[in-house]
């Protein structure tokens, strides 16, 4: 009988998720940025669930190796209740990684400062994305220089879940610094060299190690390590085997989703 009444309330929940109306509302300037590009690039778009409150939100960076892309609202996650932010960055070449850096960090804190608007509650945040998104979430969870300069402290995203970020300094840094893409470095731009003990719980996904675009499987592997190894108790590793660097993306959304729902205290599903 428990079980029975168990099912039935999930059931009931999910129905009630799937019966939801959705707007969303695009090309919302975060930006106190004046420059021609930021006005026309530092835009993002917000999706959320009517009438609800303190919904959990998920701010995406998109892929496209810092140099191509545009926001984006996955559709792995619509229609589940939360409050989804597709953001906009300006890119490489025509700024310097530093300059994308700050916008990411500009994005998140604007989040913060409006999502309840949007009925979402940034104490339920989670900062993904996937490639060039993904090495974005990194960076704003390990150096916390980049949301210290909006005033918000980085240690205050409740997750962190970059799909196939890149660990080591972005190829295309190195590309405009004259490198190929298989010189890797290591500077102040590589996730890695801010490994830190006391950052938010960090969950790393990637595609088959053998699949996946310039080894960035062991790279994830490596920073891994190193963030145990510096005391970090809740850094997580995930391969996805089979799929490769874009092929990924779907199937991580669920680990993501484990991730998220865990620390909201809900049921997960296997």
Same mark, same amino acid.
């Given at each position: ?157 409740? %997750? ?62 490596? %920073? ?47």
């Amino acid at each position: 009988m428990k079980r029975f009444l168990f099912s039935f309330v999930m059931l009931c929940l999910t129905l009630t998720v799937s019966a939801q109306n959705y707007r969303q509302v695009n090309d919302i300037r975060y930006t106190a940025k004046t420059d021609a590009y930021a006005v026309e690039r530092l835009k993002l778009d917000v999706y959320y669930p009517e009438g609800v409150k303190e919904s959990p939100v998920i701010v995406w960076f998109h892929g496209g190796g810092l140099e191509a892309g545009s926001k984006e609202i996955p559709h792995k996650l619509k229609n589940k209740g939360y409050v989804v932010v597709g953001v906009n960055y300006r890119l490489l070449p025509k700024v310097t990684v530093r300059e994308t850096l700050d916008d990411a960090a500009e994005a998140v804190a604007w989040v913060f400062r409006h999502i309840t608007e949007y009925g979402g509650d940034p104490k339920k945040m989670v900062v993904t994305g996937h490639s060039a998104g993904g090495y974005i979430s990194m960076m704003l969870c390990l150096n916390k220089a980049w949301l210290n300069a909006y005033g918000v402290n980085a240690d205050d995203v409740m %997750l962190y879940v970059p799909f196939s970020g890149q660990a080591v300094t972005h190829y295309n840094v190195r590309k405009m610094q004259g490198l190929q893409p298989l010189q890797v470095t290591i500077d102040e731009f590589a996730p890695i060299y801010w490994v830190r003990k006391d950052c938010p719980p960090f969950v790393l996904i990637c595609g088959d190690r053998e699949l996946e675009l310039y080894g960035r499987y062991d790279e994830n592997q490596y %920073l891994a390590r190193m963030m145990k190894l510096v005391g970090h108790q809740e850094t997580y590793l995930y391969e996805i085997d089979g799929h490769g660097h874009g092929g990924m993306v779907e199937p991580a959304f669920h680990i993501l989703e484990t991730h998220l729902n865990k620390m909201l205290g809900k049921r997960v599903d296997p």
